[in-house]
């Protein structure tokens, strides 16, 4: 019997948009994930538990049948098959009236790859097959499904794949893997005679700063830091202890990004001058708590700091994430333009993602005007057009809960599309010491 677990949120979000799709007459179809073995497994269990036929494939293990007992076992042995005869697997089971797929054809069947990516770029054979698929399978009984990273497959041609996204893990899924790894550790009286320190609030917490790590991420950084007290010989498990650990492990995975920078907060007091700042970030001090939630207010979108340089406008991007208690990334825009085409606009792309999956969250633009230097002036083939497009684009349509702060030296030397009504809340003068 498969395991009385249950999906969880997110999981189940996938699956439904799976059903969808393939009820659609979709049959080739890319999961994106940054956890695609995690995806796998979901997707295993819930079609062992429909009794959905389906095979997986993948470079180590060729081709891979599991059942009800062992989906969640990753040493199942397997046919080790290159790609492309993976590929061309379900077209000779349509062909072949004996196949489990010519013999049921009211089940639909499904044939699972396994970061399949880097045996589909640059290889004709490969494209041609896909692109084929797309325009066969919706006849048969057969869907395809490609779980891959966050990421774009650039050599198919545009609508050959349907995408559906398995999302980094929500605040409450992380909150109940913390409280089962929390359970386990205090079993070990050994080590902890004092057993567990937390409170509801500290589990909100930790699961908060753990918001856009994956679900492994989350609870390997959650049992260093519980190895590490009991290595300590601290008595109990504590809330600093944990929080401290998923910090060091969200610092890890966003240095995986070249133009994102997670950054201390800074306290209210180290700012001199600007009380009306002061003053409207203390009336917005609750908007991302749960009280806010439940009463429906609106969290603010940000502001807009200008000032010469030296004036405090970074201390200031410090300070509002301390202030609204959530943590601060800094996206460094002179690192976003790279000499290749296109790429400067999907890195850009790729990290307001990953900023979106750690909201609530401060992202912190700093001199944005010398980053978008030559935005309108065509010097730089446009790209600084299409990035600030891009970030534009965002910044209307973000539905998490990001505080934007952007900074510059020069408000005339902003695009007047970024200050337009209903981008940011504010626009705040740093002026000079006196």
């Known amino acids: 019997m498969i395991s009385t677990s249950p999906l969880v949120r997110s999981e189940v979000q996938l699956m439904a948009a799976i059903n969808k799709l393939s009820d659609a007459g979709g049959s080739v179809i890319q999961v994106r994930t940054r956890d695609p073995i995690r995806a796998a497994v979901a997707i ?97 009984n057969v869907c395809t499904i490609f779980i891959t990273p966050e990421l774009t497959i650039h050599d198919l041609p545009v609508g050959t794949l349907l995408v559906a996204d398995l999302p980094t893990p929500t605040a409450e899924e992380l909150s109940e893997v913390l409280s089962r790894i929390v359970k386990e550790a205090e079993a070990d009286k050994k080590s902890f005679p004092q057993g567990s320190a937390l409170k509801k609030d500290d589990y909100v917490q930790i699961a908060n700063m753990g918001l856009g790590l994956s679900l492994y991420e989350f609870e390997t950084y959650c049992a260093i830091a519980i190895i590490d007290a009991s290595t300590k010989k601290e008595k109990a498990i504590t809330a600093d202890r944990i929080l401290a650990g998923v910090a060091d492990g969200k610092t890890a995975v966003v240095r995986q990004s070249e133009i994102l920078e997670l950054t201390h907060a800074e306290d209210i007091e180290n700012v001199g001058g600007m009380g009306r700042l002061k003053q409207w970030l203390a009336a917005r001090a609750k908007c991302y708590s749960d009280e806010a939630k439940e009463f429906g207010i609106q969290a603010p979108r940000g502001i807009v700091v200008a000032g010469v340089p030296g004036t405090g406008k970074s201390l200031v991007a410090k300070v509002t994430a301390s202030v609204l208690g959530v943590p601060l990334v800094r996206l460094d825009f002179g690192r976003v333009f790279s000499k290749y085409v296109g790429d400067s606009e999907s890195r850009v792309r790729d990290a307001l993602k990953m900023v979106e999956r750690m909201a609530p969250v401060v992202l912190f633009v700093d001199e944005i005007d010398k980053g978008l230097g030559g935005a309108g002036g065509g010097g730089d083939s446009g790209t600084s057009s299409r990035v600030l497009g891009s970030y534009l684009t965002w910044l209307q349509e973000c539905t998490a809960p990001v505080f934007n702060i952007v900074t510059a030296n020069r408000v005339n030397g902003l695009p007047p599309e970024l200050l337009r009504r209903g981008r940011f809340d504010e626009i705040f003068s740093a002026g000079l010491p006196y």
Request: glycine letters at 6%; proline letters at 7%; a negative charge.
């Open 44 to 140: 295993r269990k819930h079609l062992l538990g429909a009794g959905s036929p389906h095979t997986e494939w993948d470079v180590t293990n060729g081709f891979r049948r599991f059942t009800t007992e062992n989906y969640g076992k990753h040493t199942v042995e397997g046919d080790n098959q290159d790609f492309m005869a993976a590929l061309s697997f379900p077209l000779s089971e349509l062909r072949q009236a004996t196949s489990q797929v010519s013999a049921n054809p009211d089940k639909i069947h499904y044939f699972i790859y396994l970061n399949p990516h880097p045996y589909i770029k640059d290889n004709p054979r490969v494209i041609e097959q896909i692109q084929q698929y797309a325009a066969l399978l919706p006849t048969t």
